[in-house]
Each structure stands twice: as structure tokens, then as C-alpha cells.
């Protein structure tokens, strides 16, 4: 058994009270102009940007502090294409066939449908792998912990950093999304998580007009 090793807490900054207040309204007020964006520009992003942002989204707090991710960024048109030609396959299934009407009717606010153009006008497609398990180098499986829960505060913390850069996101999640190991290469010991798409708003982009719940809908004080 490794014996833990502790050093005094780094870079920890405590602000007083009323600068604190300041911070976290100022932080919401950033946050909620975020919106998801399905139309994008094909103007490319600076890449020492996504750099940055992916180094942010690895300081997620993870299972163990295995950080069972790994980000494929694609800027690549023809893997563009061929990833759309596989997500609209699936997607053409979903809303043909497989979805249920009660899970199409949550849909109708959003106006989605199987065509996903951004899939190749955006310039930036961020694939989010979750690893299961780890290889080592002997070729022994070792398991990962909270695999989805770290994976998932790590994709909130890089939309998170794209937004205060300045980009645009979309959440997509094809399913199923497994044609991402074939066309990416990943091996068996990651499974698809999210598919980042990347970049500036087109110029018209227009959004549906939706609300977010309220403080009392969403939080109970006890
Ligand atoms: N994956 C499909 C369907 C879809 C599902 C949910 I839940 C959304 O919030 C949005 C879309 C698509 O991307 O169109």
C-alpha cells in the first residue's frame, strides 16, 4: 500500500464577504447567458484556446483521481463527415423509428431533427471518451470509479471554459455513439460520453425560447 503524502493546501483564496457575494452573482450572471447554440460558424478557434480549456476541464474532481477521460478534438473535414454520416444514420433511426412519441414531444420546444450540419460547419467537434478502466503498462485491467459522475463534472467544467472564452457549445449525444471508437480509433476501454460540438455562433443564430426553472423550483433550504 503507497502511504499518502499530504502537502499544505495550495493557492486556496478566501475573499471577504461582500466581494464573495460580488463573485457569485457576477458568476451567474456570466453563466446564464450561455445558451446552446445548433447553428455555427465556420470560422476556425485559436487551438492554445481549447488547450486551455481542456486543461481546465482535467481538474475535475474524479473517482479516485484515476481522470478516467480522454478528449479527441477534431478539426479534420473529412472526419467531420464522416462522423456526421454515421451521427445522422443513428439519428434518422431515433426520430423514424426508435424514439418514443412521449420522448419526441419533450423535443418539439427544441426544434432538433436528424439533419446535424453543425456536425461539419462547426470547427471544432470536442469527442469526450469515459474509461472504464485503466491498462497498465504490464497489460493489467485496472478499474476506474465513478466513472460517469467524473466524467460528466469534467464536461461541465470544460463547457464551463469555453463559455467564459468566449465559444459556443452544443451538447450532442447520438445514440447509440459507439461509431466514435471506429472513426476516432479509441480502444475498447473507452466508451463515448459527449459529443462537444465547438465554436462561434453563426451570425443569425437563432436559439428556442425556453426557461430555466426557478431558485425554488430547483433548491430546498432546511
Ligand atoms: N440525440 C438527438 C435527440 C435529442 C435528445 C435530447 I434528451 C435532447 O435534449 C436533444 C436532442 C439529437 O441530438 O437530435
Known amino acids: 500500500m503507497a502511504k499518502p503524502r499530504f502537502i499544505a493546501l495550495p493557492e486556496y483564496r478566501e475573499y471577504p464577504e461582500a466581494e464573495m457575494k460580488q463573485r457569485a452573482a457576477d458568476f451567474y450572471a456570466d453563466i446564464r447567458r450561455r445558451r446552446t ?27 479516485a483521481n484515476r481522470q478516467p477521460w480522454h478528449f479527441v478534438v ?23 423509428r426508435r424514439a418514443p412519441r412521449e420522448w419526441l414531444e419533450a423535443l418539439e420546444a427544441l426544434g432538433t431533427d436528424e439533419h446535424k450540419p453543425f456536425l461539419e ?8 471518451f469515459a474509461q472504464g478502466y485503466e491498462v ?21 467544467f470544460l463547457i464551463n471554459a469555453l463559455h467564459h472564452a468566449g465559444l459556443a457549445t452544443l451538447t450532442h449525444t447520438p445514440s447509440p ?27 443569425n443564430a437563432k436559439v428556442p425560447d425556453i426557461h430555466k426553472k426557478t431558485l425554488n423550483e430547483i433548491a430546498t433550504f432546511v
Not at 121 to 128: E, K
Not at 136 to 156: C, D, H, R, W
Open 121 to 128: 460547419t462547426a470547427p471544432c467537434l470536442i469527442a469526450i
Open 74 to 96: 477534431v478539426g479534420s473535414p473529412e472526419i467531420k463527415k464522416q462522423i456526421r454520416e454515421a451521427a445522422e444514420k443513428e439519428e434518422r433511426e431515433f426520430y423514424c
Open 136 to 156: 497498465t503498462p504490464e497489460g493489467k485491467k485496472l478499474k476506474n470509479y465513478y466513472v460517469q459522475e467524473s466524467v460528466g463534472i469534467a464536461a461541465g
Open 37 to 63: 447554440v445548433r447553428e455555427f460558424s465556420p470560422r476556425p478557434v485559436p487551438r492554445e484556446v481549447i488547450e486551455h480549456c481542456l486543461l481546465a476541464a482535467g481538474t475535475a474532481p474524479n473517482g
Open 177 to 203: 455513439m459507439g461509431f466514435l471508437n471506429d472513426i476516432l480509433r479509441r480502444p475498447e476501454n473507452e466508451r463515448p460520453y459527449l459529443l462537444l460540438i465547438t465554436g462561434y455562433p453563426a451570425e
